[in-house]
């Protein structure tokens, strides 16, 4: 019988950077070395720091920074305002900082250059705190002093080997090389974890990604990731999983405006489905997506708006004038707006940013508006608005995406595929006639329901928002006044027709009396005739009965006289 027993699997180290350890299934290797190289300002140091200090406040593993560049002070202040309190964790003692000046001319007056004293100094500082973790920033200082590249090589590996056997988890930064990942092209051979750190720049917008070069003994992820670092720290955005294994979830939720709810079979829209409002600018897009906003506040839920147009203060006084009242629900927490202009990132930091943000405010409903305002070559924004559907919907999240059509078709070339992927569309339209303009909206697919094909005037008032019946007939369909003309005209037609109705049965009552009465009067004269019938029938019968006796009197008296 075959061994069954599970394989052993690679001990990990978790960072605790958002999206990374997923990608790698745990975290970097412990008690192995991993080297993060990079150009400058790609984030090398903060993703090591970040390490550390998540090591020693989240998962009890002291660290200690060593650092050939930069000083323990400077150090502390540059990652204070990610919140990092490097000073109190040394007084704590779970981080220790040591900063070690390396000068190479130095270095060539006092002769041979070996790593011994760095064993002895970085040992002393692993054992004074009991450390887990280990930062080495950065490693080309180091080896300033090497000229020969078999001693640089057996060094390398002399420390490496040293990290292992103490068991550390070692997080070693490096600079980006010519034709290499590092500039020595030593340092990714013997490390066990690489990761590639890089700040592209493309159209002036600065886009941040990275990649696991190679990862000893362990799948991972082997795409490039965005990733984002502000003043929540890295987070990092995995989409190697992009399979169609999301839930159809069959609740129904309500988009707040009733004639809209009347127009689907249900009554609303499927809870965690995709819905796409276009329409030209001015439709009324925003309002209709503030609308089932507040809605879904209203029912409790928690609501995220990515906004790229306008800030929230501004959506939420302009919701305001049609009677929706957004303010309250972000005092309450239940709103949250997140506003900011394309050109701030680039596509995938905007991704990383909207996975983070995902993640720690986990609403119910999200709103993108708009996407066409998203900017980049065609594939890379396609690519980055599928992947942005994908993410919402592996959540279960009802999300709505408006976008700016330029004409009134429904096939527009920047369209990018998204509307095919949405469960729902709703299309907003100006309708100009009579010089006037009126908004009209139509349902042009809802996946798995019922829906109306019909067009609805879509009207806005300090009352709210509903939707009307257009006029549909002989005279096309008419919004606005010409509704209101030609539903006049109807009515005026319709009370003509009854006032000529009512005439014609006046006189055919008149009529009808008339008959009744000279039926009357012929029954009358017909009564009056039977009865001089009968007079005359008896007068006939009597006077035949009395010439019968006269006749049999005068018969009588003849018989007597002979």
């Given at each position: 019988?075959?061994?069954?027993?599970?394989?052993?699997?690679?001990?990990?180290?978790?960072?605790?950077?958002?999206?990374?350890?997923?990608?790698?299934?745990?975290?970097?290797?412990?008690?192995r070395?991993?080297?993060?190289?990079?150009?400058?300002?790609?984030?090398?140091?903060?993703?090591?720091t970040?390490?550390?200090v998540?090591?020693?406040?989240?998962?009890?593993?002291?660290?200690?920074?060593?650092s050939?560049?930069?000083?323990?002070?400077?150090?502390?202040?540059?990652?204070?305002?990610?919140?990092?309190?490097?000073?109190?964790?040394?007084?704590?003692?779970k981080?220790?900082?040591?900063?070690?000046?390396?000068?190479?001319?130095?270095?060539?007056?006092?002769?041979?250059?070996?790593?011994e004293?760095?064993?002895?100094?970085?040992g002393?500082?692993?054992?004074?705190?009991?450390?887990?973790?280990?930062?080495?920033?950065?490693?080309?200082?180091?080896?300033?002093?090497?000229?020969?590249?078999s001693?640089?090589?057996a060094?390398?590996?002399?420390?490496?080997?040293?990290?292992?056997?103490?068991?550390?988890?070692?997080?070693i930064?490096?600079?980006?090389?010519?034709g290499?990942?590092?500039?020595?092209?030593?340092?990714?051979?013997?490390?066990?974890?690489?990761?590639?750190l890089?700040?592209?720049?493309?159209?002036?917008?600065?886009?941040?990604?990275?990649?696991?070069?190679?990862?000893?003994g362990?799948?991972?992820?082997?795409?490039?990731?965005?990733?984002?670092?502000?003043?929540?720290?890295?987070?990092?955005?995995?989409?190697?999983?992009?399979?169609?294994?999301?839930?159809?979830?069959t609740?129904?939720i309500?988009?707040?405006i009733?004639?809209?709810?009347?127009?689907?079979?249900?009554g609303?829209?499927?809870?965690?489905?995709?819905?796409?409002?276009?329409?030209?600018?001015?439709?009324?897009?925003?309002?209709?997506?503030?609308?089932?906003?507040?809605?879904?506040?209203?029912?409790g839920?928690?609501?995220?708006?990515?906004?790229?147009?306008?800030?929230?203060?501004?959506?939420?006084?302009?919701?305001?004038?049609?009677?929706?009242?957004?303010?309250?629900?972000?005092?309450?927490g239940?709103?949250?707006?997140?506003?900011?202009?394309?050109?701030?990132?680039?596509?995938?930091?905007?991704?990383?940013?909207?996975?983070?943000?995902?993640?720690?405010?986990?609403?119910?409903?999200?709103?993108?508006?708009?996407?066409?305002?998203?900017?980049?070559?065609?594939?890379?924004?396609?690519?980055?608005?599928?992947?942005?559907?994908?993410?919402?919907?592996?959540?279960?999240?009802?999300?709505?995406?408006?976008?700016?059509?330029s004409d009134?078709?429904?096939?527009?070339?920047?369209?990018?595929?998204?509307?095919?992927?949405?469960?729902?569309?709703?299309?907003?339209?100006?309708?100009?006639?009579?010089?006037?303009?009126?908004?009209?909206?139509?349902?042009?697919?809802?996946?798995?329901?019922?829906?109306?094909?019909?067009?609805?005037?879509?009207?806005?008032?300090?009352?709210?928002?509903?939707?009307?019946?257009?006029?549909?007939?002989t005279?096309?369909?008419?919004?606005?006044?010409a509704?209101?003309?030609?539903?006049?005209?109807e009515?005026?037609?319709?009370?003509?027709?009854?006032?000529?109705?009512?005439?014609?049965?006046?006189?055919?009552?008149r009529?009808?009396?008339?008959?009744?009465?000279?039926?009357?009067?012929?029954?009358?004269?017909?009564?009056?005739?039977?009865?001089?019938?009968?007079?005359?029938?008896?007068?006939?019968?009597?006077?035949?009965?009395?010439?019968?006796?006269?006749?049999?009197?005068?018969?009588?008296?003849?018989?007597?006289?002979?």
């Amino acid at each position: 019988m075959q061994d069954q027993r599970a394989a052993p699997t690679l001990p990990k180290a978790p960072t605790g950077i958002e999206g990374f350890d997923d990608l790698t299934l745990g975290g970097l290797p412990a008690g192995r070395p991993s080297l993060i190289c990079g150009a400058a300002g790609c984030g090398k140091t903060l993703f090591a720091t970040t390490f550390l200090v998540n090591g020693a406040t989240r998962y009890g593993e002291p660290g200690v920074f060593m650092s050939f560049e930069e000083r323990a002070e400077d150090l502390a202040a540059n990652v204070a305002s990610l919140g990092f309190d490097l000073d109190g964790l040394m007084a704590a003692g779970k981080l220790a900082i040591d900063h070690v000046r390396v000068e190479r001319s130095e270095i060539e007056e006092t002769g041979a250059y070996d790593l011994e004293g760095l064993f002895i100094r970085l040992g002393f500082a692993v054992d004074s705190i009991g450390a887990k973790r280990v930062v080495l920033d950065t490693i080309e200082t180091l080896f300033a002093g090497f000229t020969d590249p078999s001693l640089l090589r057996a060094e390398l590996r002399r420390l490496f080997g040293w990290i292992k056997d103490r068991g550390l988890t070692a997080v070693i930064t490096g600079e980006r090389g010519e034709g290499q990942l590092t500039r020595q092209g030593l340092e990714e051979y013997v490390s066990d974890c690489v990761v590639l750190l890089d700040n592209r720049v493309e159209d002036q917008i600065s886009t941040r990604r990275l990649r696991v070069v190679k990862y000893r003994g362990s799948p991972h992820g082997t795409n490039e990731y965005p990733f984002l670092i502000d003043h929540a720290g890295i987070s990092v955005l995995p989409v190697t999983s992009a399979e169609l294994d999301y839930a159809g979830p069959t609740g129904l939720i309500s988009s707040g405006i009733a004639g809209l709810d009347a127009m689907l079979g249900p009554g609303g829209f499927y809870r965690g489905s995709s819905i796409l409002i276009s329409g030209a600018s001015g439709t009324g897009k925003s309002l209709l997506s503030a609308s089932m906003v507040e809605a879904a506040c209203r029912r409790g839920e928690r609501c995220l708006v990515f906004a790229f147009e306008e800030s929230g203060a501004q959506i939420a006084r302009n919701a305001g004038s049609v009677g929706l009242d957004l303010s309250t629900h972000v005092q309450s927490g239940l709103l949250r707006f997140e506003a900011a202009r394309p050109s701030l990132h680039g596509l995938e930091t905007h991704l990383a940013r909207m996975h983070r943000d995902l993640d720690r405010f986990r609403p119910d409903l999200v709103v993108i508006a708009p996407v066409s305002a998203l900017r980049g070559p065609s594939s890379e924004l396609q690519a980055a608005l599928l992947r942005m559907i994908d993410l919402i919907k592996s959540r279960g999240i009802t999300a709505i995406f408006t976008t700016l059509r330029s004409d009134g078709s429904l096939v527009d070339d920047n369209d990018l595929g998204v509307s095919s992927l949405m469960d729902a569309w709703i299309k907003l339209q100006n309708m100009e006639a009579n010089g006037e303009r009126t908004r009209t909206l139509y349902v042009i697919k809802a996946r798995g329901m019922g829906h109306s094909n019909q067009i609805r005037e879509f009207l806005m008032s300090s009352g709210g928002l509903y939707l009307i019946d257009a006029y549909i007939g002989t005279a096309g369909v008419l919004t606005g006044t010409a509704r209101v003309v030609q539903e006049a005209r109807e009515q005026a037609e319709t009370r003509l027709r009854l006032q000529e109705n009512e005439r014609r049965l006046r006189d055919v009552t008149r009529r009808r009396a008339a008959i009744d009465r000279q039926l009357e009067e012929l029954r009358a004269s017909l009564e009056a005739a039977e009865d001089e019938e009968t007079r005359l029938r008896a007068e006939s019968k009597s006077r035949s009965a009395i010439e019968q006796d006269e006749r049999r009197e005068l018969i009588a008296r003849r018989s007597a006289a002979t």
